[in-house]
């Protein structure tokens, strides 16, 4: 069995289409019908229905997609480890990350690894928490930034503790203040973030049986900062994530020091590639001298 009708297999399913397949491969789109049709026939079944809007894996070939992908990694894998071993830092590696990470650590970590790493391609996509935990599962990411409420039962390394903090506007003070009590937050208004925090907020206020008495979602860390520093509510937000929040609002600590633990997670741990590897390594040291 060829690696080569493999990859082609795989880059028809990603694509729909016979005919982007080959236009990203390179090939003619008879070259890539052959090379499917060689691999079915080697297995003595379809692996893609073909109609006029492209083409759509099967029930086997959904069967076998997991397998193939699998060996497809473990050569890329292989690929880049021998480089690494003849001095040639080559390779990809796929990440998914959140908002605050993104804006507060990854450009910076990812700028000093392609200054030491210029062989290899980071491809990072930013999303919530729910994007990201889709993305593992799937393997559309290789690894990724999650945190330790969000990734149970996976594997987890951990990376820094990011205080939970509430954040108010200028003519709010909590009753000894200097920090916020539950009894604070008890008929408040909160104004939680969609994207991701409001599970690190959920958490805390189930803990401590509080019920506001209004409760808004917003989308962006900007719209949320504007109603807080407006009066509109108070919001309980990780300390990475209102680093961005500046002017007009206040920052005080929650009793009880409640965080969330950012890490990393890794769609397959037995497979670690090389370049994931590598950009692990810069992430821990860059984080360790923060």
């Not at 016979?18 to 079944?45: I, R, T, Y």
């Not at 292989?78 to 650590?105: H, K, M, P, T």
């Not at 205080?163 to 008890?186: H, N, R, W």
Request: charged share 25%; glycine share 6%.
């Amino acid at each position: 069995m060829s690696l080569y009708s493999y990859k082609v297999f795989l880059e028809v399913v990603d694509s729909g289409s016979f005919v982007k397949a080959s236009e990203k491969l390179n090939l003619s789109p008879s070259a890539v019908s052959h090379a499917v049709k060689s691999l079915e026939n080697e297995f003595g079944f379809s692996l893609l229905s073909r109609n006029r809007a492209g083409a759509s894996v099967t029930s086997s070939g959904e069967r076998v997609l997991p397998y193939i992908r699998s060996l497809i990694k473990i050569q890329n894998n292989l690929e880049q480890e021998v480089n690494i071993i003849n001095n040639y830092d080559v390779g990809a590696v796929r990440i998914g990350l959140f908002s605050s990470v993104a804006s507060n650590w990854f450009i910076k970590i990812l700028h000093d690894f392609k200054e030491n790493n210029p062989g290899v391609d980071v491809i990072f996509q930013q999303g919530d928490y729910a994007d990201i935990m889709a993305w593992l599962k799937s393997g559309d990411v290789d690894m990724a930034f999650t945190t330790d409420e969000l990734a149970k039962d996976t594997n987890f390394l951990p990376l820094r503790e990011d205080p939970l903090i509430c954040v108010t506007s200028e003519e709010y003070v909590p009753s000894d203040g200097k920090q916020m009590a539950p009894s604070d937050l008890k008929g408040s208004s909160l104004i939680i973030n969609k994207e991701c925090e409001q599970y690190d907020a959920r958490r805390y206020l189930k803990e401590n049986g509080i019920h506001a008495d209004a409760y808004y979602e917003t989308v962006t860390h900007q719209t949320l900062f504007a109603m807080v520093r407006e009066g509109m509510g108070i919001c309980l937000i990780p300390e990475l994530v209102a680093n961005v929040a500046r002017e007009g609002v206040r920052k005080y600590p929650i009793k009880g020091r409640p965080s969330r633990i950012i890490g990393l997670t890794y769609s397959d741990p037995e497979t670690i590639s090389p370049a994931a590897k590598l950009l692990t390594e810069a992430i821990k040291k860059y984080v360790d001298e923060l």
